[in-house]
């Protein structure tokens, strides 16, 4: 998704204008235990990728997409539910 759906002309504006991108790598080893403990309380699986859309003010979760799509309008609505 993020080489072919992040660079269409549907979703690369939303991104760029309207998101700040935040990535939580679990494959590392220096603080393993509080990224994975994070993941759980973000998505609650292990299962890649995940999208979560989180209110910088209030810390609030205000979505969660998960696995791979090529459907351009269900991740648009995805990020538009955020907004």
């Known amino acids: 998704m993020e080489n072919g759906l992040f660079f269409t002309d549907a979703i690369a504006p939303l991104l760029t204008n309207d998101y700040v991108e ?9 603080n393993i235990e509080r990224i994975l403990e ?11 990728p995940q999208y979560v859309l989180i209110d910088p003010a209030t810390e609030e979760k ?9 459907d ?3 991740f648009k ?7």
């Open 77 to 83: 609505a995805f990020l538009e539910s955020g907004l």
């Open 62 to 70: 205000l979505g969660h997409f998960a696995g791979f799509t090529r």
């Open 72 to 74: 351009i309008d269900a």
């Open 22 to 30: 935040a990535r939580l790598h679990t494959d590392g080893e220096k």
């Open 38 to 48: 994070l993941r759980d309380e973000l998505v609650g699986s292990p299962a890649l």
